[in-house]
């Protein structure tokens, strides 16, 4: 463009011909840089509200799992404890001792509830064993296979027959927890004794999902739980 450009206007249409052709260009850059900053910052602002929405949400389902999980602590507890402060029932009471077990495994179990653990069924399973073993009784855990992530209302759909049952049983227990991604089956035999038939009233979850099967022969007592997809 500038061979022979010696006059004066020769420069100027050069230089008229030279912004013609990159003001454009130029333009469209430097309109596409700042639209990508700009989406880049709204990207960041939304990111920072989606976080600080998530996070508000989690404290509320936190406080609210909280609260439930005290109510429950306090229903699993307080009638028996009431009972005993007030003299209405005596600590010597095999039936009284019967209620304040199965009470202590249920507190157990809502405590192992809030633990941070890999298989937390496992953990709330182990705990009541744990109190079980504590009280004197032989038992046998079984896993086999992981759990699948659970909701804890189908959790504890799984686990508070067997807890009711760990709490009433004698001599022996053998606890069976066999999983898959779709299917997680809670079993629990014990000998069989006299009294009535208390399967535990387990909590049933809304969907239906969690069975509760219960028999006995007059030699064992069967218990079983079971999850599926």
Request: aromatic share 2%; net charge negative.
């Amino acid at each position: 463009m500038l061979h022979g450009a010696t006059h004066a206007a020769d420069l100027a249409r050069a230089t008229m011909a030279l912004y013609g052709t990159s003001s454009l260009p130029v333009a469209v850059f430097a309109g596409a840089a700042a639209l990508a900053a700009l989406s880049r910052q709204r990207a960041a602002t939304a990111a920072t509200t989606n976080a600080m929405v998530a996070e508000r949400e989690a404290a509320e389902r936190a406080r609210h799992e909280r609260g439930e999980r005290l109510n429950l602590v306090s229903r699993a507890a307080s009638e028996v404890l009431t009972e005993l402060a007030r003299g209405q029932a005596d600590p010597a009471d095999p039936e009284v001792q019967r209620r304040c077990v199965r009470a202590a495994a249920r507190l157990r179990r809502l405590i192992a509830e809030s633990d941070d653990v890999p298989h937390p069924l496992l953990h709330e399973l182990r705990a009541a064993a744990d109190l079980a073993e504590r009280n004197g009784l032989p038992i046998d855990l079984v896993t086999i296979g992981s759990p699948p992530p659970l909701p804890v209302r189908i959790r504890r759909s799984l686990a508070d027959p067997l807890t009711a049952g760990l709490a009433d049983a004698r001599d022996w227990a053998r606890l069976t927890v066999v999983s898959s991604p779709d299917e997680v089956v809670v079993s629990l035999v014990t000998p069989d004794r006299e009294g009535p038939d208390d399967p535990g009233h387990p909590v049933q979850d809304d969907d239906g999902q969690v069975e509760h099967l219960y028999e006995r022969d007059g030699k064992i007592r069967w218990t079983q739980t079971s999850w599926h997809r």
